[in-house]
């Protein structure tokens, strides 16, 4: 006997980011922060295949296709295997004469330190939106979504990575007061776009990241501080920089101000730049890159974004030299997302 046919097929992507130039400043103890970051493909991809209730025997299946993993949600207070996309479920609350099989993909490794974990809420999120009437705007689609690791999952979570997966592109985000913040989409010509995204280099150091001892010292160190704190606004310095680099198609610019955060970085405590990390930037910048940034909060495991210089070959072949000295290293092509949370049913 075929299966039943489902109802509706809903369908959304969302980016993940990149060099976020004055991250840790978009968290509760720092209160106030600035933020560059851009939005990039590989994108995190959510399908809800949407049946009546009767259709089916579970009202709720998950697929996490990147675990290989499919099961039926019994209960949505339990989160039991994927705490993250349950809660987003039980948050949204699905209609009652409804069920859902979920499908869940993202081609960015998990634990990439890109935001990865934040583009699938966003987009779960949106499709799950659909669900009902009326629809999330990308602002409260993000807020929404960092609700959720916050206050749901009760995690350390800053608001940059969903306000990035939203909205994509290229972003300056002012938080004024946290977790509220506005966001500027840096609007520049093609030209600058294009060579912006061909110099661009993300390097996987072939582990996931997680949280550590590390930023749990860095969090006591900071919570008390106070957004006057010397170190963090070091962190915030660096994002007007990075905009005004972008704005002036100064590459060169842009490179110093992702150096100068990933310094940054370090002061807060040495190790969130790991000795993997190290290496890129040694291969880096003997091969003359423009810059280097240890994505998301840094520490162990994660990635690299780097700026390389104007020479496609010279790229290439630094590309090479750090796949060759490491054979966990990985390069993960990226594009510049233009838009952030799309969201579209299939005919």
Known sequence: MAPPAPQRRINSVAPIRICDNGGWTDTWFAEQGVIFNIGVYPYAEVQIEVYLRGQVEDRIVIRAENYGQKYAVKQLSGWTQHPLLEAAIEYMRIPEDLAI?????????????????????????????????????????????????????????????????AYGGINYIEMFKYPHASVSQLQVPNSVWWE????????????????????????AELEGAGPDCKKLNDLRLTAPASRDAVYAGDFAALGRAMSANTEAQARLHPELVSREAAQIIAIARE?????????????????????????????????????????????????????????????
């Not at 790229?315 to 390069?331: D, S, V």
């Open 101 to 165: 099989e979920v499908t869940i993909y993202c081609q960015a490794p998990a634990g990439c330190s890109t935001g990865t974990s934040a583009a699938v809420t966003v987009a779960l999120i949106g499709a799950l939106d659909a669900l009902t009437p009326g629809r999330l705007t990308p602002n409260e689609v993000a807020l929404t979504a960092q609700r959720i690791e916050t206050e749901m999952l009760k995690q350390q979570c800053g608001i940059q990575d969903q306000l990035c997966s």
């Open 196 to 219: 912006l995204e061909r110099r661009l280099v993300l390097i996987f150091l072939g582990k996931s990241h997680s949280s550590s001892d590390v930023h749990k010292k860095v969090i």
């Open 287 to 347: 091969h003359e890159a423009l810059g280097w940034k240890v994505n998301g909060a840094g520490g162990d495991g994660g990635s690299l974004t780097l700026l390389t210089g104007p020479l496609s070959h010279a790229k290439r072949h630094l590309i090479a030299q750090i796949e060759q000295a490491n054979p966990l290293f990985q390069h993960i092509p990226v594009y510049l997302s233009r838009t952030g949370l799309r969201l579209w049913e299939s005919p």
